[in-house]
């Protein structure tokens, strides 16, 4: 995390799951409805199950409420995802229909142990990195959640992280969520403005430098 120009490296936390975990939750469960056709093995499979994972998942506000509107069949979250432009045989489906999978497979994200993973949830994680920094910054750090990545782009994301850090602070702070247009090339934008500026040159590692950079990194670590 950077504070005025600083980084403070007790506030950098990272969640070891993502778009990974929700695509191989959502595999699950496509494989259970389309009768064998795929079985998400290969590179082009594996591509389809990310496209219907960006066309029809979305993260739910309230889980339990939306479970218990499926279960009443009072829910309307069914979906086609048409996957036409993947040309696939006659032999296989050209399309998916998903239900409650649209949502079941993100909820891992907030209760990561419904992927079998013993971490903390992602807001969790955002409220230890905001608690780690100091004590002055923490108000307009919660003011000032950014997200960025191709996940960042599931519809309730930003609000139902925003609720549930809300749920662990003060009533006094106010939290907020913010979501920027250019979030899924945030990564590659970053790094255009480092290449971009002047003291670029300067902190790159040259070839003829690359050896003793090497060997300074393996003697801090061990």
């Given at each position: ?116 993973l013993d971490t903390k949830a992602l807001h969790q994680l955002v409220f230890e990195a905001v608690q780690s920094s100091p004590i002055d910054s923490r108000k307009t750090l919660f ?5 960025a990545g191709g996940i960042s782009l599931l519809p309730g994301l930003a609000e139902r992280l925003e609720l549930e850090v809300a749920s662990l602070v003060a009533p006094s702070i ?49």
């Amino acid at each position: 995390m950077r504070i005025k120009g600083y980084v403070v490296d007790s506030a950098i936390v990272s969640l070891p799951c993502g778009a990974t975990q929700i695509i191989s939750a959502l595999q699950t469960k496509l494989m259970e409805s389309n009768c064998g056709s795929y079985t998400f093995q290969s590179s082009v499979e594996m591509l389809i199950s990310r496209y219907v994972m960006e066309q029809a998942c979305f993260v739910a506000v309230d889980y339990e409420e939306e479970v218990k509107k499926c279960a009443n069949n009072s829910c309307d979250v069914d979906a086609v995802v048409s996957i036409e432009e993947f040309e696939p045989t006659n032999e296989m489906m050209s399309s998916f229909k998903i239900n409650s999978a649209r949502f079941a497979a993100t909820e891992g994200l907030f209760k990561p142990k419904r992927w079998g993973l013993d971490t903390k949830a992602l807001h969790q994680l955002v409220f230890e990195a905001v608690q780690s920094s100091p004590i002055d910054s923490r108000k307009t750090l919660f003011r000032n959640i950014y997200l960025a990545g191709g996940i960042s782009l599931l519809p309730g994301l930003a609000e139902r992280l925003e609720l549930e850090v809300a749920s662990l602070v003060a009533p006094s702070i106010h939290t907020q969520v913010h979501l920027s247009p250019w979030r899924y090339n945030a990564a590659y934008l970053g790094a255009q403005v480092i290449a971009s500026s002047t003291q670029f040159d300067q902190t790159c590692i040259t070839l003829e430098s690359l050896s003793d950079f090497l060997n300074h990194l393996q003697n801090s670590f061990f």
